[in-house]
């Protein structure tokens, strides 16, 4: 059984790694949605996977972390993409979150997201390689 929440945040990036001229390669931003998902079993005697209250103590010191930032700027997140952003997400949770099942990062806007399962899931290109490697 999987519980989520979600949180958003409103921040600007750039990618340097678009072709020069690419709205990309320039300073823009987006509003996030981030969907944090906990999977277990509900404890027998409350019901619960987990407090949704304590999830949010959890989630506000990582939106605060990005809200209204440059995410370039933003320690430890390199090169601000989707990809990334869900990984960063993932690190900052992982020893905080018990039963981190998945991390969904979006911008409903533009019809576009990512979801992390955490290090070492699934296959394919690049899998082999760590999420937040400098480039």
Request: aromatic letters at 6%; glycine letters at 10%; proline letters at 7%.
């Amino acid at each position: 059984m999987r519980i989520y929440k979600d949180f958003h945040f409103e921040a600007a990036h750039f990618l340097p790694s678009a072709p020069e001229g690419h709205p990309n390669a320039r300073i823009h931003g987006h509003s996030f949605r981030a969907r944090v998902s906990i999977e277990g079993q509900p404890d027998p005697k409350t019901g619960l996977i987990m407090n949704l209250s304590d999830l949010e103590v959890a989630l506000t010191d990582v939106q605060q972390a990005l809200d209204h930032r440059l995410l370039n700027e933003v320690e430890g997140l390199g090169v601000p993409t989707l990809e990334r952003i869900a990984a960063w997400v993932w690190n900052k949770l992982a020893n905080r979150v018990p039963g981190l099942a998945e991390i969904e990062i979006a911008r409903d806007s533009c019809c576009e997201g990512c979801i992390y399962q955490g290090p070492g899931h699934g296959s394919g290109h690049g899998s082999d390689r760590t999420p937040m490697a400098a480039e």
